[in-house]
């Protein structure tokens, strides 16, 4: 047979033309190279004593093609892409778990409300100490000594 680029060159018109027939809207680039591997199974797999081979390719690539939609279609039943707007009312993580909030707070009745701030951020949201001194609009050195201060007075009330 001849090499695959020119086998490709040769029967692209048939894979567009199968991706028509199958209503392929979506992705047409991805299945295009699904029909590119489908020719080239098939031109693995072809006995040219059974017959004509623009037949078995034919079938061969569309039969793939099937499967793949299929599978494109069951990925896309099992995943789930909320709207825009279902981003917009997501509650606040602080309301969504008040026990935690509570607990931490349990174990920072020493600290001042700066040391109290960086435990909910750090321990609740994982924020950095950039992310915390852009909401709290400070300085980086202002939470990082509200780290350290608390840190240690933490260490003290184990300690204890």
């Given at each position: 047979?001849?090499?695959?680029?020119?086998?490709?060159?040769?029967y692209?018109?048939?894979?567009h033309?199968?991706?028509?027939?199958l209503h392929?809207y979506?992705?047409?680039?991805?299945?295009?190279?699904?029909g590119?591997?489908?020719l080239?199974?098939s031109?693995?797999?072809f006995?040219p004593?059974?017959g004509?081979?623009?037949?078995?390719?034919?079938?061969?690539?569309?039969?793939?093609?099937?499967?793949?939609l299929s599978?494109?279609?069951?990925?896309?039943?099992?995943?789930?892409?909320p709207?825009?707007?279902?981003?917009?009312?997501?509650?606040?993580?602080f309301?969504?778990i008040p026990l935690e909030?509570?607990?931490?707070?349990?174990?920072?009745?020493?600290?001042?409300?700066?040391?109290?701030?960086?435990?909910?951020?750090?321990?609740?949201?994982?924020?950095?100490i950039?992310?915390?001194a852009?909401?709290?609009?400070?300085s980086?050195?202002?939470?990082?000594?509200?780290r350290a201060?608390?840190?240690?007075?933490?260490k003290?009330?184990?300690?204890?």
């Amino acid at each position: 047979m001849e090499s695959f680029e020119q086998l490709a060159q040769q029967y692209k018109p048939m894979i567009h033309k199968i991706i028509n027939s199958l209503h392929i809207y979506k992705n047409i680039e991805e299945f295009y190279q699904h029909g590119l591997i489908a020719l080239w199974e098939s031109s693995r797999g072809f006995d040219p004593a059974k017959g004509n081979f623009t037949n078995y390719a034919y079938t061969y690539i569309k039969g793939f093609l099937q499967q793949e939609l299929s599978k494109a279609n069951k990925d896309e039943e099992r995943s789930i892409y909320p709207q825009e707007e279902f981003w917009e009312t997501v509650e606040d993580l602080f309301s969504e778990i008040p026990l935690e909030e509570e607990i931490l707070l349990s174990y920072c009745p020493t600290l001042t409300e700066n040391q109290r701030k960086w435990v909910m951020y750090t321990a609740l949201r994982d924020f950095s100490i950039k992310e915390i001194a852009g909401i709290e609009k400070v300085s980086l050195s202002a939470v990082k000594n509200w780290r350290a201060g608390a840190r240690e007075k933490m260490k003290g009330m184990v300690k204890n």
